[in-house]
């Protein structure tokens, strides 16, 4: 089983990444996103997107009713099914589904997240939660019938209501509940760079020993996907490979070893 | 099996309807539109929509790849998932999908549209289609395991393109491949109008024989699911109502015996 994530960002290369996935036989999971086109969309219809940091330094989107409707019409609408299609014109017989659909994968609803406010700490609680169990028998049901589930925001938490959630956070408990061997997440990156700024200073590999090490001195979204990656690699034998997105052959890349390999 | 077509209108108690298909225990298959969301949304993105009347005067919107991802916006984000979510907390296990999923509903690409520009009559091609098989493998998976397909535009076309159609052709068809007892059409208006401006000229029962005259007399959209639904009630044994999609409990009144039985 392959778990493959996909990048939101703008120019990650769908139309290759569906090429490339016409020949992995492999059953697989493809988890993506559509930030870039979300914060389009939310631009283009005068939406505000309010990023929060949390006192330990992690960055959240802030998710009301109104971006939960812009993260539908992104993820859900226009990514989802312009990559079904990719897929189906590439002979891969997708299914779009999000964590909504026959309650795909359950959320917690998140109590709230401690912001700094000037001196004061306050609780922000909105709609998002984290991902707590996946129905299994559904994508099964999906996998031995040939098909392959394309997975996105948003979840459906303990009451029914639709939420955000980390992708990354989606893809670690996906893997572990259908015992993944491979993870691969691509980025706008070659890997998982040693300096941020110096796209030639991919690290080869990472092990599981030096992953805190690495985590700790990350910033932003990727300290959030070592967060989520550490949950992988931790918990079984599953690889993670983190790799370009944007290449002519993005999956092909990664097979000639392309990227970073964690664990 | 019972199939039932949520109107895409802005006033339609989307509410009321998943509360009421909870009570219904027949297997079911729901499809929707969202013209209404979908006009707002291409209005608030700059986006525009254009009707063609044919030579034969049927009205449809002119569907370029910018108005299919509007669409995709619209019906396959919000409105389908937003529905889902609703089924969800009402207790039926929906899964949301479009023609494109698995190649739900295979289309075949229209040769183009003959409208009259003064006085010539040209032909104008877009990206639409009629719906010609279902995927009904796919369906009965669904529906053997307790899930309630949820389905909605766009179709894919048989070069693997998303197109647009109508609602009510791919409802015919999918009817038929199912052997539906009953269709349902709720719409913004309490049934089949004998007088389309007085909304007490319900018509209770439009016969077989009489609809044909009635095809002929309407106009618009009413036109065209008339036609659609002369495909049904003349290759089968299947029962249609058109009846009221904003009442408190529109299905319940179905059940009660409102609307228009056509057949």
Redesign the interface.
């Known amino acids: 089983m392959l778990v493959i994530k996909i990048g939101g960002g703008e120019t990650i290369n769908l139309a290759g990444i569906a090429c490339d996935l016409a020949s992995v036989e492999t059953p697989k999971v493809i988890v993506h996103g559509a930030n870039a086109l979300r914060d389009e ?1 939310a631009r ?3 939406v505000e997107k309010r990023v929060l940091t949390s006192v330990s330094g992690y960055d959240s989107v802030f998710s009301d009713a109104e971006l939960i ?1 812009v993260m ?7 990514r ?3 990559l ?2 990719l897929f ?2 590439n002979g891969v ?6 964590g ?4 795909l994968v359950r959320a917690v609803r998140n109590k709230g997240i401690r912001v700094r406010e000037g001196s004061k700490t306050l609780i922000k609680r909105d709609l998002s939660g984290k991902p707590v169990a996946i129905n299994r ?2 994508l099964g ?1 999906l996998l031995d ?1 040939g ?1 392959t589930p394309v997975v996105t925001m ?1 979840l ?1 938490d303990e ?4 939420v955000n959630s980390e992708n990354d956070d989606m893809v670690a408990l996906m893997s572990a509940v259908l015992g993944a061997e491979v993870v691969v997440h691509l980025i706008e990156a070659p890997g998982f760079l040693d300096d941020e700024n110096d796209p030639d200073s991919v690290v080869a590999r990472i092990p599981r020993a030096e992953l805190k090490r690495r985590e700790d001195a990350a910033r932003g979204r990727m300290k959030r996907k070592l967060l989520a990656i550490s949950r992988i690699v931790t918990s079984g034998s599953t690889k993670v490979v983190i790799a370009d997105g944007r290449t002519e052959s993005p999956v092909a890349d990664v097979l000639a070893g392309k990227g970073t390999l964690i664990g």
């Open positions: 969309l283009r219809m005068g409707d539908l019409m992104a993820y859900a609408g226009v989802n099914k312009r079904v299609e189906q014109r017989n997708a299914v779009g589904l999000t909504l659909d026959g309650a028998k559904l049901l019938n098909y948003p459906i009451r029914n209501v639709a």
